[in-house]
Nanobody, 123 residues
Framework: QVQLEESGGGSVQAGGSLRLACRFD?????MGWVRQAPGQEREWVTT???????KYSDAVKGRFTASKDYAKDSLYLQMDSLKPEDSGLYYC????????????????????WGQGTQVTVSS
């Protein structure tokens, strides 16, 4: 079992920045962020492996940056140049079944999820 706890969500105007954090109690090879807007399905944002290599969706590439800090047992998502369509509930996710090499193919099929943190971007 992996416990995940997100923080850092909030409200910001378009063009602004937010940094999300996710504390984890166990290390897994693959971690990532998935978001969900009201009335829509969950949308993959990014996956990052043990070595810190991250893959991003086309919607956020160039604007979002994922990183890990093992000293703090934390995963981060730096979000810049935010747009109203970035609004939603952001979930931290982890998977204990995939190897670090396989992470590049993992998008939404994680087996551990946090409760989510709300991000609202106003125009």
């Amino acid at each position: 079992q992996v416990q995940l706890e997100e923080s850092g969500g909030g409200s910001v105007q378009a063009g602004g920045s937010l940094r999300l954090a996710c504390r984890f109690d166990k290390r897994t090879a693959c971690m990532g962020w998935v978001r969900q807007a009201p009335g829509q399905e969950r949308e993959w944002v990014t996956t990052i492996n043990t070595e810190g290599r991250a893959k991003y969706s086309d919607a956020v590439k160039g604007r979002f940056t994922a990183s890990k800090d093992y000293a703090k047992d934390s995963l981060y998502l730096q979000m810049d140049s935010l747009k109203p369509e970035d609004s939603g509930l952001y979930y931290c996710a982890a998977d204990s079944r995939w190897t670090s090499f396989q992470c590049k193919d993992l998008q939404a099929g994680y087996n551990y999820w946090g409760q989510g943190t709300q991000v609202t971007v106003s125009s």
